[in-house]
């Protein structure tokens, strides 16, 4: 498969306050192929919204630069910008209550990137109509609002919306996390069968690592801003390399109760540190159990690493 999206070395620093700089997202190089899911994981503050949002234009990078199919993409997104990519690139939110109107209508919250592709009303019509069918809603359904629907009806209009205009890449943005458990389980399987049937290309943030390896044919695993290791979702999953997957993998509860009392849990030790001003070293050596004197003096560079499992690529001293 060939590279559809290219980040390299992408940061994204926060300026609040005299010589006080939040990295938010630090040095971080991902490719995303053609009709691939990449599943981005990590404990809240991570990065990974950071990441996805700067991948399409939604925050302005501080250094690094995004490719899409070999084009360079703006550093700084003018409202041309946003125009031109709106038919490649899309997102869907994390928070369906926050993220519609609730002042227009489920049919123009569906619609409204259609503005600059069709001018034809009928046809704009019969697109939404299209689209409120493909997510499972009632296309009559498209003159009521947003707080007429379900949490799970709503985030459906969110796909709708971002899909509507057949972008070839999408950034979910934990799509599923303020869904019911049930509703998660549908929402998942109906992004599952729109890829199939758009061939679609996506980033699946989210923190259930179990529902990212389902999803996934990629984990990258992201830490305090920087990518601690990337490889085969069911080779991350079952076998990590990074002393933080590790954990975090660990941490992760188990769906049937009988394995989870069986379990022993695992936790991460301390607290995650502040990212504000990071100087050199691991992210990660203040928790690690296998932290080294190496580890705090010079940063680990993201580096492939090969066994039994496979390849992927992996950021720690013990293995380079």
Not at 128 to 154: A, C, K, M, N
Not at 218 to 245: C, I, W
Request: proline share 6%; net charge negative.
């Amino acid at each position: 498969m060939s590279v559809l999206l290219e980040a390299r070395h992408v940061t994204k620093h926060f300026v609040i306050g005299r010589k006080q700089v939040v990295h938010a997202v630090d040095d971080v190089s991902l490719d995303v192929h053609e009709r691939e899911i990449v599943g981005l994981v990590g404990e809240s503050g991570s990065g990974k919204s950071t990441f996805g949002k700067l991948l399409l234009g939604l925050h302005d990078k501080t250094y690094g630069e995004v490719f899409f199919k070999g084009e360079k993409l703006p550093r700084r997104y003018k409202s041309s910008d946003f125009q031109r990519y709106a038919n490649h690139m899309q997102m869907i939110f994390q928070d369906p209550y926050s993220s519609l109107d609730p002042r227009m209508t489920v049919g123009e919250i569906i619609g409204e990137g259609l503005r600059n592709d069709t001018s034809d009303p009928v046809v704009a019509r019969e697109r939404i109509s299209d689209w409120l069918s493909r997510v499972g809603l009632d296309p009559d359904h498209g003159s009521r609002y947003p707080h007429e629907f379900s949490g799970g009806q709503r985030q459906r209009v969110g796909i709708a919306r971002a899909l509507i205009m057949e972008p070839e890449f999408v950034v979910c943005d934990e799509p599923i996390s303020a869904l019911d458990v049930s509703v998660q389980a549908q929402v998942v399987r109906l992004l599952g069968e729109l890829k199939s049937s758009f061939g679609l290309t996506m980033l699946f943030i989210a923190h259930d690592l179990s529902m990212v390896r389902y999803v996934s044919d990629r984990m990258a695993v992201m830490y305090q801003g920087s990518l601690m290791e990337v490889g085969p979702a069911d080779n991350v999953f079952f076998n990590p390399k990074h002393p933080y997957t590790a954990v975090l993998i660990g941490s992760n509860p188990s769906p049937d109760p009988k394995l989870e009392r069986q379990r022993q849990t695992m936790s991460i030790k301390g607290e995650i540190a502040s990212p504000i001003n990071i100087g050199a070293g691991c992210r990660y050596a203040d928790r690690c159990s296998e932290v080294m004197d190496v580890c705090r003096s010079m940063t680990p560079p993201l580096l492939p690493v090969t066994d039994a499992a496979g390849e992927r690529m992996v950021a720690c001293h013990l293995y380079h």
